[in-house]
């Protein structure tokens, strides 16, 4: 196997590198970095300099200061589960791994909190919340692998954000090192405090302006009494409308999930959830609270999915049918995964009253793609996870497979939506982000990242596209040689 050459520059970082931390803490050579050269975006793929994993927020302090002496750029990493290509390396740069900074550090009943470091599972901390009759709320699909860490990254969802809000409605405070490795302690135990809201900054800043070393989180009571409606549906277009009325009709659900016939028959084929295999959509509403209240809403959702036209309702009230009806749900990207050797996940969101709308325009472009879709996503809140079916091995498919998610995106922003819900931009979405931003707005993100990274060493090249770029692209009329804030240029 071909051995890495570094500089000697490099070389003398390494040295440094290894005299400051424990042998098993630093990891080199291209086998054991082969592990860390992609996330979820497995199409982008790089190696690191080198991966060190800490176990505690000081490890983190003395990795940062080594990097800053040397001015060695730092890619943060989580569980590796993102799906945007944040936590694809940089050549030359440190991969900075939390996985091993694993602790649920205190869970606290009485205020209704958990105290946990980065690389902690997101359903870990349900787990140990549910002694004392506690749950987090926020679960995306990939919950039983990804980290709390890379939730914050990214600002998070799941199937119970509509009701539940995402990670940055359930985190209360960070605790962040800079760059150079000095301690922030942003948010906190009270309902409001002065100054910049800089905990909502952070959250969904993708590593770009600091490294999480712990989180506190707020932990809900586990509801009283849960029901599950399933709502088969002949036409795509219909259930979507289904959604808006449930939403109109002043009902926010705990869950409402939407699969189209292509994801229905991959997860039934997968998971056997019992899902009608020749409906065109269902719909999964999850409903809690009160037996008294939970009855009327039931009947009340019951009533406008059979006047929007469903097809069939099934009710799940016993946990094991519950579970299994949102298993087939989360499984839902993996059992796509095998009916085609690739698929690109796109995220979007959009206003739920154009749902019917954006969904018969993609359908129209898989036909123009010859490329497959199958529809999984969040219907309540209109985020969109078009999973395109294409096999890299024939030419031309990967090409074909961007283009048509580029203009998903195009079209989300276009009718008022995102160009993300909750897996963030990284460097799967930049050319998309002068899409949805003005240079104006690109350049005051670009000035709040120089305000905490001046060297710009922080996930480079990730989540906020330069000026130039987007100049390049026709997006904005930006003049590529006459940049308002001369500094920004690096960035």
């Not at 090192?177 to 405090?193: F, N, Q, R, S």
């Not at 289904?242 to 998971?271: C, H, K, T, Y």
Request: charged share 20%; proline share 6%; aromatic share 6%.
């Amino acid at each position: 196997m071909e051995e890495l050459i570094y500089t000697q520059a490099q070389q003398d970082f390494l040295r440094a590198l290894a005299a400051a931390l424990p042998s098993e803490r630093v990891r080199l050579g291209r086998e054991s970095l082969q592990p860390y050269e992609c996330d979820g975006l497995s199409v982008l793929c790089e190696l690191p300099l080198c991966v060190v994993l800490p176990q505690d927020r000081e490890e983190v302090q003395t990795i940062l200061r080594l990097c800053q002496r040397f001015q060695v750029a730092v890619v943060p990493r989580g569980a590796g589960t993102g799906l945007s290509g944040g936590a694809r390396p940089v050549a030359g740069a440190v991969l900075l791994s939390l996985a091993r900074m694993n602790r649920v550090l205190s869970i606290d009943p009485e205020n209704r909190t958990a105290r946990v470091q980065p690389g902690v599972r997101n359903l870990a901390i349900s787990e140990a919340a549910r002694p004392h009759g506690f749950y987090y709320a926020p679960d995306p699909s990939s919950q039983i692998a990804c980290s709390i860490g890379g939730n914050v990254a990214e600002n998070s969802g799941g199937v119970h954000c509509l009701k539940y809000g995402l990670t940055v409605h359930n985190v209360l405070a960070l605790e962040v090192l800079t760059a150079d490795g000095e301690i922030l302690h942003l948010g906190g135990l009270a309902p409001d405090l002065p100054g910049y809201d800089l905990l909502a900054l952070f959250i969904g800043s993708e590593g770009l302006l600091g490294i999480v070393v712990e989180v506190t989180v707020r932990l809900l009571p586990v509801p009283e009494n849960t029901i599950v409606l399933l709502a088969a549906f002949a036409s795509v277009c219909t259930a979507a409308d289904a959604v808006s009325a449930i939403i109109a009709a002043g009902v926010i659900p705990a869950g409402l999930e939407m699969m189209d016939r292509l994801a229905i028959q991959a997860a039934e084929d997968f998971v056997h959830a019992g899902y009608p295999r020749d409906a065109a959509a269902i719909l999964l509403c999850e409903l809690d609270g009160g037996e008294a209240e939970l009855g009327q809403r039931v009947e009340q959702v019951e009533g406008i999915l059979r006047d929007q036209g469903a097809d069939s309702i099934r009710i799940a009230r016993d946990p094991d049918t519950r579970a299994l009806l949102w298993k087939g749900r989360k499984a839902a990207f993996p059992a796509v995964g095998r009916m085609a050797p690739d698929y690109y996940c796109m995220d979007g969101t959009i206003p739920r009253c154009r749902l019917a709308e954006v969904l018969e325009q993609i359908e129209k472009w898989s036909a123009e793609y010859g490329l497959a879709v199958a529809n999984v996503f969040h219907a309540g809140d209109g985020n969109l996870h078009p999973l395109i079916l294409y096999d890299a091995n024939l030419p031309g498919q990967i090409a074909a497979a961007e283009s048509f998610g580029q203009r998903i995106l195009a079209l989300c922003v276009e009718v008022g939506g995102s160009i993300t819900g909750e897996h963030g931009v990284g460097v799967e979405k930049l050319d998309s982000m002068c899409v949805q931003f003005s240079a104006a707005e690109l350049e005051t993100m670009h000035r709040i990242k120089a305000a905490f990274d001046p060297d710009g060493r922080l996930n480079p090249g990730k989540a906020v596209p330069t000026l130039h770029r987007c100049a390049e692209l026709g997006a904005m009329h930006v003049h590529a040689g006459a940049l308002p804030f001369p500094e920004l240029e690096r960035f």
